[in-house]
């Protein structure tokens, strides 16, 4: 139990130092309560720092209810063609009424119901075998097996591209994996040889890997986001870059400018970075745009905090800027330069209002350091400095609102994070990173991820289309 400490004496003070003291209270009380008063829906604070506390989302209520609308068909299971079995059920052989002898051939098909199942799978076991024979004139000729065939007894192709896809796809544990393969296969394979198996599929991927950090680098749009990962019990990064068509992962312990340059993507890419507004962000070179949708959780808290207007009419106007930037995207027209221009002086007008109630607090005289400002007027600060960055989805129509797909690449790296706990060796995350970059942006692309580790193991991996 902590002690508790006596209250200062006051009573020698003097004015000056009583306001001084009052103020660092004041100050103190007010970021105990930005702390409390956080979380998922009115910061960038993960759903699951919430705990039991219900919050409400962002979007607006549609109105509809949850069932299907009237009118909606509606979608049954659909019957199959070509069945691999078809039982027939004979009639009786006779009439249970009158007792006559029933012709089953003159019988006629009156209804057909289909049931769908798997079947019960079994390994297959190929054993090939080579041949030999002596010539008449002495030589010893003889067969030779398989390229791909190197050991007495080994796994195939697909065993390995299946347990890769479970623990690096599908996330699971290395241990259930191979449980899973036990239950149905009645194959016995150790987590160890899952992890080798791991590691040859980073081998094989690994130039499909740089392919996909190429194409980002060429891309019109790259979404950028970074996490923590646990590796070896300590905190790591994972760093993401992304579009509609590529996805590229990659870890480092470090999370800023050291870990940016070391990867070589962002700061060597052509096209517009989309990300959060994170300062390290914005030393690099070229075009950028910001995720509104932190924006509008930010604006969302600063309006619970202060209970002002400016707030909420920032967030109305950004979301109507979308809309209409929507609507002229579905006609496939730009907004246009006079209404880009009506919305940039309708933000301006709104932020101004926003600082004439936040003004910069001014350091005392003989203080040291930054002056602390209000949450209030740090956000009107960067929105304000990066009101181009803010805007760019109105002037650019391939620039979208948000930084939703940097986001989504980030999801499943935690979810396996979660299933599986932090990743035991720097080799093991690396190895995820790998091949997860591979699965995901051929997903995008339309292949299948069990598809695209089976030609990385015969050794024929598919190549990413360039975005």
Request: aromatic share 4%.
């Amino acid at each position: 139990m902590a002690k508790k400490r006596s209250p200062p004496d006051l009573s020698a003070l003097t004015r000056g130092e009583l306001e001084g003291v009052v103020l660092t209270l004041w100050e103190r009380l007010e970021a105990l309560e930005s702390k409390v008063a956080k979380n998922s829906h009115n910061s960038s604070q993960p759903p699951s720092s919430d705990g039991l506390r219900k919050t409400n989302s962002l979007r607006e209520p549609s109105g509809n209810l949850p069932s299907a609308r009237p009118g909606h068909k509606g979608n049954t299971l659909k019957r199959m063609a070509g069945p691999s079995r078809i039982e027939t059920h004979q009639l009786p052989e006779q009439c249970d009424r009158c007792g006559c002898a029933q012709d089953q051939e003159a019988a006629e098909i009156a209804e057909q119901r289909q049931v769908i199942d798997t079947p019960v799978v079994a390994c297959v076991v190929v054993e090939h075998r080579v041949l030999a024979l002596r010539c008449a004139c002495g030589q010893l000729l003889r067969s030779a097996f398989p390229a791909a065939v190197t050991q007495a007894v080994q796994y195939g192709p697909n065993v390995r591209a299946l347990e890769v896809h479970l623990t690096q796809g599908q996330l699971l544990p290395f241990a259930r994996a191979a449980q899973l393969i036990t239950d149905l296969y009645d194959i016995a394979i150790s987590p160890a040889t899952l992890l080798a198996w791991v590691d040859e599929a980073r081998v094989a991927l690994q130039a499909t890997a740089d392919a996909i950090a190429d194409s980002l680098r060429a891309a019109p749009l790259v979404h950028a986001d970074e996490s923590g990962l646990r590796v070896q019990g300590k905190l790591h990064w994972l760093h993401v870059a992304a579009n509609d068509s590529h996805t590229w992962y990659g870890v480092h312990a470090k999370r800023g400018m050291e870990a940016i340059a070391a990867q070589a993507i962002l700061p060597r890419r052509l096209g517009v970075l989309i990300h959060d507004c994170w300062a390290p962000y914005w030393q690099l070179d070229g075009a950028h745009a910001l995720c509104n949708a932190h924006l509008l959780r930010e604006l969302l808290y600063v309006k619970e905090l202060t209970g002002e207007r400016w707030p909420a009419r920032m967030s109305e106007l950004l979301l109507r800027a979308n809309e209409l930037c929507e609507a002229a995207r579905r006609q496939n027209i730009a907004l246009g330069a006079a209404g880009a221009a009506a919305l940039r002086t309708l933000y301006d007008a709104i932020l101004a209002a926003g600082e004439r109630r936040h003004p910069a607090k001014l350091k005392p005289d003989g203080k040291a350091g930054r002056v602390k400002q209000s949450v209030a007027f740090n956000l009107l600060l960067r929105l304000r400095r990066y009101a181009d960055a803010v805007l760019l989805f109105v002037s650019d129509p391939a620039v979208p609102f948000t930084n939703n797909l940097g986001e989504r690449a980030i999801r499943m790296p935690k979810v396996k994070q979660k299933i599986s706990g932090s990743f035991r060796t720097l080799l093991g995350a690396q190895n995820f990173c790998v091949i997860r970059s591979c699965l995901d942006t051929l997903r995008k692309q339309g292949h299948g991820m069990l598809a695209v580790l089976r030609r990385a193991f015969a050794g024929n991996p598919i190549q990413p289309a360039r975005g």
